[in-house]
Nanobody
Framework: QVQLVESGGGLVQPGGSLRLSCAAS????????MGWYRQAPGKQREFVGR???????IVAAFVKGRFTLSRDNAKNTMYLQMNTLEPEDTAVYYC???????WGQGTQVTVSS
């Protein structure tokens, strides 16, 4: 099993930035494909992006170049840098690893003036 803990969420104004972190433990992080999802109130959880063991990334179309995934294998941590945030980005953001299907507990991101 893999334990995942997200952090970095909070309240930000439209146009602002946040960086989310996902710290992993319990297995060899460098061998894991990791991803970010989000769930807005009243909506289904949706895919945000994914980063492979080698650092290749895939992101959802709605990201539109605003979000960047990265990882630091030495720190067992994945990041989601979010820029030019919009109110529609308000959601709970979750990280996931794809080998065992483990999820973190989520971190709230609220974009509001």
């Amino acid at each position: 099993q893999v334990q995942l803990v997200e952090s970095g969420g909070g309240l930000v104004q439209p146009g602002g930035s946040l960086r989310l972190s996902c710290a992993a433990s319990g297995t060899s992080f460098s061998m894991l494909t990791m991803g970010w999802y989000r769930q807005a109130p009243g909506k289904q959880r949706e895919f945000v992006g994914r980063i492979s063991e080698g650092g290749s990334t895939i992101v959802a179309a709605f990201v539109k170049g605003r979000f960047t995934l990265s990882r630091d294998n030495a720190k067992n941590t994945m990041y989601l840098q979010m820029n030019t945030l919009e109110p529609e980005d308000t959601a709970v953001y979750y990280c996931k690893e794809f080998r065992f299907g483990s999820w973190g507990q989520g971190t709230q991101v609220t974009v509001s003036s």
